[in-house]
């Protein structure tokens, strides 16, 4: 419905574009990334890696889905042969990216995206805890056994080791881990630090809102 109305809308600006414009604009794109000295055939890449994020949300959200995702396929075709290619350097530059889409897949129990989101960050060599945490995490939803357990707490270990962007969220599932594992005093250990991680953000709201109460 509101696809239908925004159509609408665009019509009546006059807004509607056709098929050639569209392509058109593509066809200017591709020779501006020729003179900027990028690989033309990127812009294909983007549409496919879009195709693929859109079949992810309709799979989950049928009612999301943006009506777009219908001519994806004639756009690809468009522009080149549909193709698809990776840079480690485009990978590092939005690596915070990744990171972000991993923890939404995870949330919204979309494991398999959440999982190579956090894997693109980890094979390019710029992964931060929390891809870590989102592979460990997915292993322990879907899985129960010894291997998959002591995997997660490889994760969770290494995850822990890097002092990027520490979370208190590790704590909580690397205990979950070594429950499973049958260490539970290393577990305790884990959730006692969760819970001074949480005591002490607590703590530090209180004292920001106490701060802005009562002003300098």
Not at 158 to 183: C, D, E, N, V, W
Request: aromatic content about 10%; glycine content about 4%.
């Amino acid at each position: 419905m509101s696809f239908a109305i925004a159509e609408n809308i665009n019509n009546r600006l006059g807004a509607n574009y056709t098929r050639n414009q569209e392509l058109a604009a593509y066809k200017c794109a591709m020779e501006l990334l020729k003179f900027i000295q990028v690989n033309p055939l990127s812009l294909s890449s983007v549409l496919v890696k879009s195709q693929e994020q859109m079949r992810v949300i309709n799979k989950h959200y049928p009612a999301g889905g943006n009506a777009n995702f219908l001519y994806l396929n004639d756009r690809i075709t468009d522009v080149s042969f549909p193709t698809s290619f990776h840079s480690n350097e485009f990978t590092v530059k939005v690596s915070f990216i990744n990171t972000f889409n991993a923890l939404t897949f995870l949330a919204n129990s979309q494991f398999e995206e959440a999982r190579k989101s956090a894997l693109r960050n980890i094979d390019a060599g710029v992964a931060v805890e929390d891809d870590y945490m989102v592979l460990a995490s997915v292993n322990l939803t879907l899985y129960d056994t010894d291997e998959t357990n002591k995997d997660a707490e490889r994760l969770l270990k290494t995850a822990k080791s890097l002092h990027i962007y520490p979370s208190i969220r590790l704590h909580k599932i690397h205990a979950l881990a070594l429950l499973r594992l049958g260490k539970n005093d290393e577990a305790k250990l884990n959730l006692e630090n969760y819970k001074k991680g949480i005591e002490q953000q607590w703590d530090a709201g209180n004292n920001y809102v106490v701060s802005e109460y009562e002003g300098p």
